[in-house]
């Protein structure tokens, strides 16, 4: 029996009747076979004529650099082509040729999603926080399918793809994001010897140093091990500081057999200074917070390099990540995985923030005298210290059997499963002295934070879910396809917490006789369910290449189901007594591939219907009445036009609305906040003769509403920019490569992200170089 693990490539198909059939499926059979890489096919002939093929193992895609074949997860069983919802891959090439080191560097090939939010209040974003369709997606990523429920910035140098699946996937994952899901598969051993190391240099300090080291052990045994190391500041803001560094070895057993065993391990540290952003005075649609305030309504703009931290400013993140993964081939349709993992994330910051709501008014401190409103030097802003000491976990088991088979006329591909998963989180109070005020157009940050202490605060959170699955894929005929899938989650989360009391404002907590600052015992709760997530798709093929399809898909989110945080009664969003959140999101599109299936065009129209969501009524007190939309049209290009022609674009124009329930953007229309109406991303790269590459992109993000906060003044929208970038490449042997990158090519300036109260926004970095050395062997 001759198997062929974890194939990428096109399943031959039945395209047209009779003779057809075979030419059809044969020109499919050589495309996948041209595609392979190094592994040979052994050949050989009997006395019959029928030729044999030896065991091949294949691992990883086996589409072109900038198209893959198929999604990594064995929940989809089907090539992208005929997958019947919005899906973009960014391969392994495409964020090398970009020098993508981070998630949201990979993002930004998908058009519309950013990390457009810098925080709320005084909280400022310090990881992945990515909108995608109108809608927060930061607790719906994923690694390997398996929830990370850490907010940090991820580095990819374990990872060989990024895979962005837009629209509900409650039925895929479980509790998720209605706007969609984004799972980052990591690098695994091969049979076979590679070497590959990479050098860059660049502005801000920037260097960083890769390891891709992959050994073949024996006939079926494999050893990889992945290094990183960053050390750099950050362009175009002072004192901020991006440093880590991670190790990854990972082993495998049984390769190019039916009994497979893959052992990971990733451990990666990050000592960096985090970013609290810069004032938003004298950017347009600004305003005085004020009438006394009135004389900064035609302020200047503040330098954007300027820092308001403190010398203590740190964002210290510890991630250790363990994963065995067991398969077992039953013959060649019929394939049992099973997947353990144990992942940690420990962060502790502490990151300024500032409030420039009231910078004219003398200060308590007395640091201060007052101010003159003819003269901008004597104007201060309010600093205070943000802190967190968090821990998360998961530990799961996940078990997935994926068969194909028939009954009668009808070809099913099944996909089943059941996961059992623990997710905790261990949050501790810190408290420091509040900070001196600080000078708005010439800040100090010189001074360091005093009083840094644990204050015997705390909260607990764990969530609990059994969950089973199951899909089918039933091919009809040659022209039509059904598909459907259902997920049933059962989920318990426990949720306590005790804070340290005092203070004023909303974030007061009487202390009821005990000494200010004593830890009060505020929540503790529970809160448990049953969630229903199901999807069902309908192909119709127009011809061999080409097909269109209709989808509708249901998602739910049960409260704490982002942040583990529950509350402790109806007066905030997560309360228990709360319904899920409901998603149920209509598709009609179509994919197409070109130039002999490498090129890979797609177009959809959808409409996601968000129910049971949270609003705040006239009198203040909570319901869960408010419905959201946003709706669309995606379009989408990726794969070789030529050998030597490589390209991905993508532009989706959405219309995200409050249908019922008031504003959530501060100039009180009813758009969605951080959402922009149009946007386009594109990027292509051309091998020249001689060695010589070529290549270049741009993005486009319209307009964007922020969010209210109830903040007077401020701006209460970001303007819309075009970034371009640019590459060039050189081959000096098979061994070395260089690669130049240049970013930002014509230094643009634009806000990137902006928080919910509008008075810090996080400039978009200016023009920036990097040099790379790759080498191989």
């Known amino acids: 029996m001759s198997y062929i693990k974890n194939r990428k490539g096109a399943p031959a198909r039945a395209l047209a009747q009779g003779s057809a059939v075979g030419t059809a499926a044969a020109s499919v059979l050589a495309t996948v076979m041209l595609g392979q890489a190094a592994p040979a096919m052994a050949q050989s002939a009997g006395t019959s004529g029928v030729t044999t093929l030896a065991p091949v193992q294949t691992t990883g895609d086996r589409g072109n650099d900038y198209k893959a074949d198929r999604l990594e997860s064995p929940k989809f069983t089907q090539p992208l082509v005929d997958t019947t919802q919005t899906v973009q891959v960014i391969t392994k090439q495409m964020m090398k040729d970009q020098q993508a080191t981070t998630l949201t560097d990979a993002m930004r090939n998908v058009a519309g999603a950013g990390t457009f939010f810098a925080g709320e209040n005084g909280a400022t974003s310090t990881g992945d926080t990515i909108y995608l369709r109108g809608f927060d997606t930061s ?74 080291w992959n050994r073949q052990l024996g ?101 250790d990540m363990a994963t065995l993964r067991l398969e077992h081939d039953f013959n060649a349709n019929t394939t049992l995985r099973n997947t ?35 003269d901008p030097s004597t104007w201060y802003v309010a600093r205070s210290p943000n802190q967190k000491n968090v821990s998360n976990r998961i530990l799961t088991n996940q078990t997935n059997l994926t068969s194909k088979f028939s009954t009668g006329s009808l070809k099913h591909d099944i996909s089943a499963g059941f996961e059992l998963t623990r997710e905790t989180q261990y949050n501790y109070g810190l408290s420091a002295a509040v900070e001196p005020a600080v000078s708005l157009y ?35 005929n040659d022209w039509w396809q059904v598909n459907g899938g259902i997920r049933l989650d059962h989920y318990r989360t426990t949720y306590d917490s005790a804070t340290a009391c005092g203070g004023t404002g909303r974030n007061a907590v ?55 945080t529950l509350a402790a009664d109806g007066t905030n969003a997560n309360s228990p007594d709360f319904k899920p959140q409901k998603a149920k999101t209509a598709e009609l599109g179509t994919k197409w591939e070109f130039f002999d299936r490498n090129l890979l065009a797609t177009a959809a129209l959808f409409r996601t219907d968000v129910e049971n969501d949270v609003q705040t009524e006239s009198d203040g007190t909570i319901s869960q009445t408010a419905k959201k939309r946003v709706q669309g049209l995606e379009l989408g290009l990726g794969g070789q036009i030529t050998q030597n022609w490589s390209a991905t674009a993508g532009y989706t124009i959405q219309n995200a609305t409050v249908e019922n329930g008031p504003a959530v953007s501060q100039n009180g229309g009813n758009n969605l906040s951080y959402t922009p109406k149009h946007a386009f991303t594109a990027w292509t790269t051309y091998q020249l003769p001689y060695g010589f590459r070529l290549g270049g992109g741009a993005r486009y993000v319209g307009s964007m509403d922020r969010g209210t906060d109830g903040a007077v003044g401020t701006p209460d929208h970001v303007q819309s920019y075009w970034v371009f970038d640019a590459m060039a490449g050189y081959t000096v042997n098979k061994n070395l490569d260089f690669q130049f990158n240049v970013y930002n090519l014509f230094n643009k ?23 790379t050395a790759n080498i191989h062997f």
């Open 139 to 212: 607790n719906s990523i994923y690694i390997d399918g398996i929830r990370d429920t850490a907010s940090v910035k991820r580095d990819m140098f374990n990872y060989d793809s990024v895979e962005v699946i837009k629209g509900p996937s409650g039925s895929d994952y479980g509790r998720s994001a209605p706007s969609g899901s984004i799972n980052l598969n990591t690098k695994q051993p091969k049979l076979e010897d590679s070497f590959d190391a990479s050098f860059g240099i660049g502005s801000a300090r920037y260097k960083r140093s890769t390891l891709d």
């Open 340 to 374: 353990t993992r144990w992942a940690r994330t420990k962060e502790n910051y502490l990151l300024t923030s500032f409030l420039v709501s009231a910078p004219a008014s003398p200060y308590t401190s007395g640091l201060q005298p007052g101010y003159n409103a003819a």
């Open 510 to 564: 009487p202390c009821a006789g005990a000494p200010t600052g004593s830890p009060i015992g505020t929540i503790d709760t529970k809160k448990s369910g049953n969630l229903v997530d199901w999807k069902l798709g309908t192909l119709f093929r127009v011809a061999p290449n080409g097909n269109i399809y209709v989808n509708y898909a249901v998602s739910q989110q049960p409260p704490g189901g982002a942040t583990f």
């Open 219 to 319: 006939d079926t045994t494999a050893f990889r091990l992945n290094l990183m190391g960053l050390d750099s500041d950050q362009a175009g803001r002072n004192q901020i500081e991006n440093n880590r560094w991670g190790v990854a070895p990972s082993f495998a057993w049984g390769l190019g057999t039916e009994n497979r065993v893959y052992v990971d391990f990733m451990h990666i540290k990050q000592t960096n200074v985090p970013d609290g952003g810069v004032p938003t005075i004298g950017l347009p649609g600004y305003s005085a917070p004020s009438a006394a305030l009135g004389f900064m309504n035609n302020a200047p703009r503040v330098d954007t390099n300027n820092f308001y931290g403190t010398s203590s400013d740190h964002d210290y993140v510890t991630t």
């Open 442 to 476: 010439n800040p100090d940050s010189s001074v360091s934070a005093q009083g840094i202490h644990s204050n015997g605060a705390d909260a607990h959170a764990q969530t609990d879910t059994v969950a089973a699955y199951i899909f089918d894929t039933v091919e009809m």
């Open 749 to 771: 300036e634009y806000v990137a992200a902006i928080n919910k109260s509008g008075y810090r926004y996080f400039p978009g970095a200016p023009r920036t170089v990097l040099l």
